[in-house]
């Protein structure tokens, strides 16, 4: 009996995170509220300006178009995250700019259809060309999701099967974070040294002001190395240097502050008539469907943060359904890029610890209120790049991190969970690293035929790490031996069982029922 007593005790499995400082529905007082706010609003720019900043040249747009384009991504991000969070899951959950619908404009760039010696037409015909896709493509996630179709197939996820998932949605996007550090090192690695130390290791050596350390060290972090690229440019620090190195560099280069308008509302097809193409809408479509897959990963590990109970499948499907409005919005108004769960927001809550819908709402109000005043949402968009990649390095790698922690359902001597956990995690990894590094030397991806629709088809998802990894994580888990009672066990699936319908637990009514008494008339199944 002795020996049993010195035995170390298990952890116990939580079904919600603890130590969270607020949770969804518990909302910081104002003022700290409107900065965590304000925070993600920062964090957010980041994916907002870059996709621009690399697709509107390659259209024929100048500084003005990439400048309205930034904007109307803003509006139109704002507009979704409300949507999302009032009629979607509820999760606090930021809707922003998604990478994984570059591809696919780059193919609309590039087929050859826009001779124009006007390069701000062209700009224009290319536009409307993806405005035409994108609404074509929004089908996907609108009919999946309030179908319910999308949630028929949740039912069949568990927590060992959401782990590759949820972790590579985050650490799939690795080339997006050192590497944009590296493009100017003295701005981007002080960046990330004083994060880590500011979020990590101030709030334990200076007690008093520990709240301020650990739930606003973005905001401190950013202002004071912004303040020092600042120096560094105007005491001309990069005065002959690349253009390459002063486009990553400098403070007053990306041409944003002039360009912007000082008042303008974005409006649906504001570009002038969508033109459709099916080849082109196809391609789009699987976009929609692999960033669907990307999202589904983002949500249930956000779910996780935000210390709500798991999602119920009805709830993800709702999600779905208003993600899909969302790409539809973005079709609508013409942003040149689809709409996504946002990632580095996810990380965001993981670092601070605040889950409240209410922090992540009063961000979207910043986002609708700086698109429309555009030269003051020109000076935050204007935040060096290295900057905004060494705040991925921490918020990427915290939403990856966030997969892990279902472990804490599965049975870890299983051989069966550790292939698992192991083939479509490392495959999840090696698959997109061949197509990407594959594209980046021959300029196209393996699949390369005449028809660019089709080539993005099949090379979209093979670049995409959450997608890989979330598919054979599902395949693998409901194809593997799963009707002994013992697997079902290891699973994990008896953990999820009280959350497989919205009204099998008390707590998924306070977290996910929808506000105004609408559930009466929308019932969550």
């Known amino acids: 009996m002795a020996a049993k007593a010195d035995e170390p ?34 964090v957010m720019l980041g994916t907002i300006v870059i996709i621009p900043t690399a697709l509107v040249p390659q259209m024929g747009g100048g500084n003005e178009e990439k400048a309205k384009v930034i904007q109307t991504l803003l509006f139109v991000a704002g507009l ?19 990478y994984t619908f570059v591809a696919p404009t780059i193919s609309i760039i590039l087929s050859g259809r826009w001779d124009d010696p006007d390069s701000i037409s062209r700009f224009k015909k290319i536009m409307r060309a993806t405005q035409g896709a994108l609404i074509v493509a929004s089908t996907i996630q609108i009919v999946l999701g309030f179908s319910g179709l999308w ?21 799939g996007l690795y080339e997006f974070a050192f590497p944009g550090v590296a493009k100017c090192v003295e701005i981007g690695l002080p960046e ?40 560094l440019t105007v005491g001309g620090a990069y005065n002959g240097k690349s253009p390459r190195t002063q486009a990553s560099c400098r403070t007053d280069r990306s041409g944003l502050i ?12 504001q570009w002038g008539a969508p033109s459709f193409d099916a080849g ?11 960033a669907l897959v990307e999202s589904t990963g983002g949500l249930i590990g956000l779910s996780r943060y935000a210390s709500a109970t798991p999602l119920p499948p009805s709830i993800l499907s709702r999600g779905v359904g208003w993600q899909g409005v969302a790409i539809l919005l973005s079709g609508l108004f013409g942003t040149a890029n689809g709409s996504s769960v946002s990632i580095e927001n996810v990380g965001l809550i993981g670092l601070t610890r605040v889950g409240s819908r209410r922090v992540v709402q009063i961000s979207a109000v910043f986002m609708l209120f700086f698109s429309v005043l555009g030269k003051f949402g020109a000076v935050f968009a204007s935040i060096p790049a290295p900057i905004v990649a060494a ?7 915290y939403a990856g991190a966030g997969g892990f922690s279902f472990l804490q359902f599965c049975q870890l001597n299983s051989f069966r969970n550790k292939f698992i956990l192991a083939v479509p995690i490392f495959l999840g990894l090696s698959v997109p690293q061949y197509f990407n590094e594959y594209t980046a030397i021959k300029g196209y991806g393996p699949v390369h035929t005449s028809a660019r629709w089709f080539n993005d088809i099949v090379n979209v998802p093979f670049s995409s790490e959450a997608f890989i990894a979330g598919v054979l994580a599902f ?4 194809t593997l031996e799963k009707k002994d009672p013992q697997i079902r066990k290891d699973r994990g699936k008896h953990w999820w069982d009280k959350f497989k319908t919205f009204k099998t637990d008390t707590r998924s009514e306070e977290f996910y029922s929808l506000p105004f008494n609408l559930n009466k008339y929308f019932p969550s199944v």
């Open 9 to 42: 005790a298990p952890h116990q499995p939580k079904d919600q995170l603890p130590n969270v400082y607020y949770c969804i529905t518990s909302p910081p007082p104002w003022p700290e509220a409107i900065l965590l706010g304000f925070q993600h609003y920062l």
């Open 80 to 98: 979704n995250t409300l949507l999302q969070t009032w009629f979607g899951t509820r999760l606090p959950v930021v809707i922003g700019a998604s």
């Open 151 to 171: 949630r028929n197939i949740a039912r069949f996820l568990s927590p060992i099967s959401v782990v590759p998932l949820v972790a590579l949605a985050g650490f």
């Open 192 to 231: 990330l040294i004083l994060l880590v130390v500011v979020s990590q290791y101030l709030p334990h050596l200076i007690r008093p002001g520990k709240h301020i350390f650990d739930r606003f060290a973005v905001l401190i972090t950013v202002v004071l190395v912004w303040i020092y690229a600042h120096i």
């Open 258 to 269: 002039d360009a912007a308008p000082w008042i303008s509302v974005p409006y649906p097809f």
């Open 280 to 290: 082109e809408a196809f391609a789009m479509m699987m976009a929609a469907f692999v």
């Open 391 to 397: 705040l991925y390095c921490i918020f990427f790698a």
């Open 475 to 478: 395949l693998f888990d409901n």
